[in-house]
């Protein structure tokens, strides 16, 4: 016999179980986006989320009818095989590799079944990825941001921000796959405009100040950032450098422009993931990757910080102000 207490006991318990059980099912038949990235977690907070805006344009919301597994390299690209791996065997439905060409070449190596959805500055065609632009015909689509095309156009603005420039220094990360051909191009290009070029390495934290002495120590007038996840998640480090050291640099992205950098001129992050969380969202609809066109971006962000110019004693030209999508005064 169960005495009235004991009854309103087990009952208040089944009340807090059930809930809990229902929402355990719930979760399980929710299909699972798996995230993987070069960058750490708290680098990456914004871009997360706009590529949830993205996911709810099309009708998923995290936690709702979707859940989302996340796998951070934290900057160490050789973590990205096994991270990838990982959301093999958690069984997601779709991946999406973000920050960069390592982390869609280590999906691309461990699944040829489960939908991946890349962000990358190199030509997807040129890597394999997809067969072409408009018809991918496999398991791959996703953003193309044109980095090495981009890279002869922030050339060409900071030769004329700073005309007078001698040596121009490109900082790479040698880890990163992407990197060596295009800094060849680019270091060709700057001794074809007479210049001499000075090619940096940094591919740990504490490699940044050497480089920067180096810099230095070889004279150069300005400083080209190349794209890369682990540049990009130490921008606060690299823009401070920059003013310590006095050097006119352009970057790729508009937040190192917002953290106090000079100058920059490239594609929305932000809007890419979004248009990455789109596709995300169609495939769990049943979109075919194969059938999903390579997304090219169509509208270039100028940004530059008057600020940071007149503190490195730069006159700005009003052709480039002109241009500008946004000047930070």
Known sequence: MIRRREFITLLGGAAVAWPLAVRAQQQSTMPVVG??????AAEWTPFVAAFNVGLKEIGFVEGQNVRIEYRWAEGHYDRLPALAADLVHSRVAVMAAVGGVNS?????????????VFLTGRD??????VKS????????????????ELESKRLELLRELVANAATIAILINPDNRNHRSRVDALAAAVRAGGQQAVVLGATAE????????????RGADALIVSPDPFLDSH???????????AVPAIFQWREFVQAGGLVSYGTSLADAHRQLGNYTGKILQGASPADLPVVQPTKFELFI???TAQALG????????LRADEVVE
């Open 35 to 40: 995230i993987l990235g070069g960058h750490t």
């Open 314 to 321: 730069l006159n700005v030209p009003t052709s480039i102000l």
């Open 206 to 217: 504490g490699d940044f100040e050497p480089a920067f002495a180096m810099l230095s120590q």
């Open 305 to 307: 910080n008057l600020k």
């Open 104 to 116: 869609a070449l280590a999906a691309k190596a461990v699944t040829s079944e489960i939908p991946i």
């Open 235 to 245: 921008r606060e480090t690299l823009v401070s450098l920059t003013a310590r050291y």
């Open 133 to 148: 632009f408009n018809r991918p015909g496999g398991n791959l689509t996703g953003i193309n941001l044109q980095n090495a």
């Open 124 to 129: 997807p065609v040129e890597l394999g990825f």
